[in-house]
């Protein structure tokens, strides 16, 4: 069985399902997308995400809530919450990702090299609002291979979102 990356098994997984996909992100700074968009017709699904880097564009243009910057801090489960349903309000898709954490070398507001929040949404369920998830990892390595890691486990959650026997269908997967 061949190894398909996992953005085009997430891809694939989207089209069949005619969902879309939006992404809001800082400490991958725009590589989440470019792994997404390195799929052939990934425009069929991919709508777009906004790099937030610098923590005033959070509030500015990632829908984060300058209250919650102050009380829980630029790595936080409630920042990466309030970046994944900003992108997703901003751009109207089905899903989002969202991703905040430390590159490293150095920490940021007390929080060690590797401390990482992905947080995912999917679509609203009739009247029902959507529940995002986020979860905290703890990734090793340079600034490079923490945000790999990050690019990897913010696909493989949305992967388990979607279709949690994907991932057995197609064997093993890569980034």
Sequence with gaps: ?????LAQIVGE?????????????SITGGQLGA???????ASRYYLGGVVVYDTEQKARIGGVSRSVLKSHGVISEQTAIEMVMGVQELTGSDYALATSGVAGPDPQEGHPPGEVW???VGPRVGTHEPSPLALRYEFGG???QIRDQTVSAALTMLLSLLDPAEREQNGRVTR
């Design 35 to 41: 792994t997404i968009t390195s799929v052939p017709g």
């Design 142 to 144: 340079d600034r490079l």
């Design 13 to 25: 997984t989207l089209v069949t399902r005619q969902l879309t996909l939006s992404t809001s992100e």
């Design 1 to 5: 069985m061949s190894e398909k990356p």
């Design 118 to 120: 992905i947080a995912a």
